[in-house]
C-alpha cells in the first residue's frame, strides 16, 4: 500500500529490474491501478458507474456538490448488510454528508439490483462498478475501504474503513476540513 503515485510506480520498476514474474507483475499492476484511485488529490471522474435501473451514471454525478464518503460493498461479503445498516445510522446522524454505496460485483447487474432491491438498500444511492481492465478478484482487497470526497470528487481521505474503531473520528475530522 503506497502514498504516492511515484512509490507504486517505482515498486513496479524495481519489480521488473529484478525480474518478477510477468504475471505477477500484470496482477501487481492491477491492484496498483486500485489503489491510485485511493490517494488523496486523486479524482474519480473517469470510474465508470452503473445505477440500479441498469445505465451508465457519470461520477459526477453522484457527487451532488457536497462531502461524500463512498463504501465499497459485494454481495459475497457477509457484512454487507451490517455495513449498510452502519451507514444508514451515519446517514441520520451526518445528514450533510452524502454516503453512496458502490458494489464491486463487476458484470453482475442482476444479482447486484436484486439484493439491492431485496435488503431495501437506498435506490438513490448505490451504484456498481461499471465495465473495466481491472481483474474483479483484486476488488475483494478494497472490501470495508472507504473513500472521503471533496464536493468537487476529489480525495480527502482514501485510507478509511468502514469496521475501524477510528472510523466515526475519521469522519469528524473530514467534515472539519470541509
Not at 520498476?13 to 500484470?26: F, I, R, V
Not at 455495513?83 to 458494489?103: C, M, S
Amino acid at each position: 500500500m503506497a502514498h504516492s503515485r511515484e512509490e507504486i510506480l517505482d515498486i513496479i520498476d524495481l519489480l521488473e529490474e529484478l525480474g518478477y514474474s510477468k504475471e505477477g507483475l500484470d496482477d501487481l499492476k492491477q491492484l496498483g491501478s486500485i489503489q491510485l484511485a485511493y490517494l488523496p488529490g486523486t479524482t474519480l471522474k473517469e470510474v465508470p458507474l452503473i445505477n440500479t435501473k441498469g445505465n451508465p451514471e457519470p461520477f459526477e454525478n453522484i457527487i451532488n456538490k457536497q462531502p461524500t464518503i463512498i463504501f465499497l460493498w459485494s454481495i459475497y461479503s457477509p457484512r454487507h448488510r451490517e455495513d449498510h445498516q452502519l451507514i444508514q445510522n451515519l446517514r441520520k446522524k451526518y445528514p450533510e454528508i452524502n454516503f453512496v454505496g458502490i458494489n464491486l460485483d463487476v458484470g453482475e447487474v442482476p444479482s447486484w439490483r436484486i439484493a439491492v432491491e431485496k435488503y431495501g438498500y437506498n435506490k438513490d444511492q448505490e451504484y456498481q462498478l461499471g465495465p473495466t481492465n481491472v481483474d474483479k478478484r483484486f476488488f475483494k482487497y478494497y472490501l470495508n475501504k472507504l473513500l472521503f470526497l471533496d464536493p468537487s470528487g476529489k480525495v480527502i481521505i482514501g485510507d478509511a474503513f468502514i469496521n475501524s474503531p477510528e472510523f466515526e473520528s475519521r469522519i469528524l475530522e473530514f467534515l472539519n476540513r470541509n
